[in-house]
């Protein structure tokens, strides 16, 4: 944007190494300039050359150690360079075990000496670009051994720097870049390279928003990522983001709603780094601001969930992005350049360690203290939560496979014991009885205030200006019987698996499978998929002296002929690779309920799963339905654009999946879709989609309309606009849901909450099936304006609506947000394979 002359405090440092630097034989660390044959800001650096800088500064500099900690999903290396003085690095694993003693993730006293972790992470956001070129900057100017600055820095720090979190992403944005600009870059705004293509950069592979995924970690980079940042634990961690073109500079102190338990001396020291930047960037007088915009509430961020893990969690949000390329005419007539990009990053990233060097008592003492406390004095309204052994293993194995990946501790009880506390289903307060064989999440633990924030039925929202969700707790995600405990309730016994029961013999009449989450999905999409026909009970029936819910898998003998012996092997070994029990009977009479020959006892087709995959749908919804089918469910999905869907003649057995977006009638002709699905197809319509089906002829979806607002006795102040409008949004709010669990898409679930994004509501159907809705309007946790109430109040939440042969699905809300609702997952296999 504007040149930085000034900054010779953190810029000197460089410069009278700088025309050395040119001379190879005599230097002893390349520049990036010097290695990549061109200055910082001047393109954009291909991933396999960031790769090849940082393990060259690694292989050359005395301050550098290197971790290559996995990979991206396209096989791209996740790189941290840890740096530190010599002698640090000799002792590092010393270091990383004191620090975990502070953390009260190893036993012993913690040492209050040592130097500070601070942890830089760029480019989480792919076409945030400018970050992983100003990582490359820093890296430089931390390992050149010749630097005295940041050397004694580095004597009282270990740096870690990840130059780019999202691989994928910024490839995906630098490639694109590549092609589409000229010889010079054009500046003006309208030219073609400030205009990314669907899906853009932003996000991961498969269109996940990385920074929204901390506290869930659906996915594998942020999996690789989690492993080891737990492995360390740093005191300081920043997130390097950019923002729109016109935005000056943002970094902390955080805007509000900051969660409440984010401590006094967290915001302080937030607030005593930002200082530090204010100063570098006065004295360059450019523009910057603090506390708006980024809050610190939810919890899948990279600033609020360090945060949450005893450090100073931060973003910095530089103007660029996207929009900017290598440079970008702004209104006033300055051009801000990816040059002007890479020094701010650079210069808050130098600041930020020079301030937690001169922090680091505070740091550590606090830090010390805050584990402590977390063990024995946690903050927070609750003792423990308590998720009932009823629940399926299949969920609860879920469950404790993202307790793993977060850190946190749970375990079970050896006796009963009498307890007080919410229940999630009903939220009142009730006393109960805790079960050996419950899962118990205590909050006395090192993670406990981690686990406070992802179980709290009902976070507490000092202000309702946030743009995430405003509630977000795992039982409800889940679907479970889950209680928040007021209550002192430590497990003392570890958490082990069940059993899972098998009562094979050789060549049973059938076996029966419960459908009980999504284990048991994956289970049923492998047999389909090897060619294993498969039945569904639509009915309850009991055999064998055991009861079976509708929902139940029945894979007979009778059927499978064409498997000849294999049929029993292919079971047995699905079941036994997916953990799901299987019972095998030796006849079909039923004692209650269908014989396994009746026709309530339905084969399910196979289904051939087209998704639109392209405009209109939006990026990150196309994305959550494709990760769905690839890496939970395992089962072959077909992606197509809107031009390919045009020419796509859906037959018998066919399901094509509409993802969210803003469709129009142009974009997606429905008509011959709507055909197809009369001659026995299945059309899923999410959230936006199901605009494109309102108002066709014989669709039974209506728009609830907006009651008028007589209400209205003041008008609003100018001031207030904002809360004008908030007051008919719906800020991703929790709402109990009535359940027809007789109807397919229910299938293995007793109780559904869902996740409301919009006010936009529908009526209920008055022809098909509604199987979720909301029979109240109020939600059971997080935010939602008090003109939303009646808008809400009897709607659709997902029901069906017979076509012809086929049918229509409508999912008002996203049962796949963000790959973690666990239950709506379950409710959308149901609508993949079981049809009325
Ligand atoms: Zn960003």
Not at 156 to 165: E, G, I, K, M, T
Not at 478 to 490: I, N, P, S
Not at 647 to 673: F, H, Q, T, W
Not at 801 to 821: A, E, H, T
Request: hydrophobic share 40%; proline share 7%; with cysteine.
């Amino acid at each position: 944007m504007r040149l930085n002359r000034f900054v010779s405090g953190l810029f000197g440092l460089l410069l009278p190494v700088l025309p050395v630097l040119r001379l190879a034989a005599q230097v002893p660390l390349l520049s990036p300039e010097a290695f990549l044959g061109y200055p910082l800001g001047s393109r954009f650096t291909p991933y396999a050359q960031v790769v090849a800088y940082v393990e060259y500064v690694a292989r050359t500099s005395p301050r550098v150690q290197l971790l290559r900690y996995g990979e991206s999903y396209e096989g791209r290396p996740l790189l941290l360079a840890i740096l530190s003085s010599p002698e640090n690095l000799a002792r590092l694993e010393t270091l990383r075990t004191d620090n975990l003693r502070r953390a009260g993730r190893l036993p012993g006293t913690p040492h209050p000496e040592g130097p500070v972790f601070i942890w830089l992470s760029y480019n989480v956001h792919g076409n945030e670009a400018a970050s992983t070129e100003a990582a490359l900057q820093t890296l430089y100017a931390l390992a050149h051994p010749d630097s005295q600055r940041t050397g004694s820095w580095l004597q009282q720090a270990v740096v870690f720097l990840d130059p780019c979190l999202n691989p994928d992403g910024r490839e995906r944005y630098v490639q694109w870049y590549h092609q589409t600009q000229g010889v010079r870059p054009d500046p003006n705004p309208l030219a073609r390279e400030h205009h990314e293509p669907w899906p853009g950069g932003r996000t991961n592979h498969y269109y996940f928003d990385l920074n929204r995924d901390w506290a869930w970690a659906t996915q594998q980079e942020t999996q690789a990522r989690l492993a080891l940042y737990l492995q360390w634990m740093p005191q300081v961690h920043v997130d390097f983001h950019e923002q729109g073109i016109e935005e000056p500079y943002y970094f902390a102190p955080a805007a509000r709603p900051i969660h409440a338990l984010i401590a006094d001396w967290q915001r302080a020291l937030q607030d005593s780094i930002g200082r530090n930047h204010a100063r570098y960037f006065d004295a360059s007088a450019q523009l910057y601001f603090t506390r708006e915009v980024f809050d610190l509430f939810y919890p899948g961020y990279g600033d609020t969930w360090p945060s949450f893990n005893g450090a100073i969690g931060m973003t910095y949000e530089q103007g660029g992005g996207a929009r900017a390329g290598l440079a970008v005419r702004l209104p006033e007539g300055d051009t801000l350049t990816l040059a002007a990009r890479i020094r701010n990053h650079y210069m808050t990233a130098l600041s930020t360690i020079e301030a937690a060097v001169r922090l680091r008592n505070v740091l550590l003492t606090q830090f010390i203290h805050y584990f402590a406390q977390a063990q024995t004095q946690p903050r927070g309204p609750y003792q423990a939560f308590l998720l009932r052994h009823t629940s399926s293993s299949d969920r609860l194995e879920a469950l404790t496979a993202l307790l793993d990946r977060q850190g946190i501790r749970y375990g079970t009880l050896s006796r009963p014991r009498r307890v007080e506390g919410i229940n999630y289903a009903t939220g009142l307060r009730q006393q109960l009885e805790a079960q050996p064989g419950d899962l118990v999440v205590s909050v006395y633990q090192p993670a406990g205030v981690l686990a406070q924030v992802l179980f709290d039925p009902e976070p507490s929202l000092p202000d309702s200006l946030t743009y995430d969700i405003t509630s977000w707790a795992l039982p409800f995600a889940f679907g479970m019987e889950a209680y928040a405990l007021t209550t002192r309730l430590d497990p003392d016994q570890p958490w082990i698996s069940r059993p899972i029961p098998s009562n094979a013999h050789s060549q049973p009449y059938a076996y029966l499978v419960r459908w009980s989450g999504l284990n048991t999905a994956r289970f049923l999409s492998a047999l389909l998929t090897a060619g294993v026909n498969v039945r569904v009970a639509t009915i309850p029936l009991r055999l064998g002296g055991q009861r079976f819910e509708a929902g139940t898998l029945i894979l007979t003998r009778a059927g499978n002929a064409h498997l000849g012996s294999h049929f029993d092997q292919m079971v047995q070994e699905t079941a036994a690779h997916y953990r799901v029990p299987t019972y095998a009977i030796a006849s079909g009479l039923a004692e209650d309920g269908p014989d396994l020959g009746s026709t309530q006892i339905r084969l399910i087709k196979r289904p051939q799963v087209y998704i639109l995959a392209g405009p209109p749908a939006k990026a990150t919804a196309v994305g959550e339905v494709w990760h769905f089918f690839e890496q939970v469910l395992h089962y072959p999905a077909t992606l197509l654009t809107a031009d390919q869907l045009g020419g796509l003649v859906l037959e018998d057995g066919d399901v094509l999946i509409l993802p969210d977006g803003s469709y129009s009638s142009r974009a997606v002709a429905i008509e011959p879709l709507l055909e197809g699905v009369r001659r026995g197809a299945r059309l899923i319509a999410l959230e936006g989609a199901l605009e494109l089906l309102v108002g066709q002829k014989g669709i039974a979806l209506k728009r609830r309309n907006e009651p008028e607002e007589r209400d209205l006795k003041q008008p609003s102040l100018y001031r207030e606009r904002e809360r004008t409008v908030l007051s008919r949004q719906v800020l991703g709010a929790i709402y109990p849901t009535q359940l027809d669990t007789t109807h397919p898409l229910a299938f293995g679930l007793d109780r559904y909450f869902t996740l409301k994004q919009r006010a936009q509501s529908y009526e209920l159907l008055e022809e098909g099936w509604n199987v979720a809705w909301l029979e109240a309007g109020r939600p059971r946790s997080g935010f939602a304006g008090y003109r939303t109430s009646a808008q809400l109040t009897q709607t659709l939440v997902a029901g069906t609506q017979p076509w012809g042969k086929g049918s229509i699905v409508y999912f008002v809300d996203n049962p796949l947000f963000r790959g973690f609702w666990y239950a709506g997952q379950l409710l959308f296999t149901n609508a993949v394979f079981f049809r009325e």
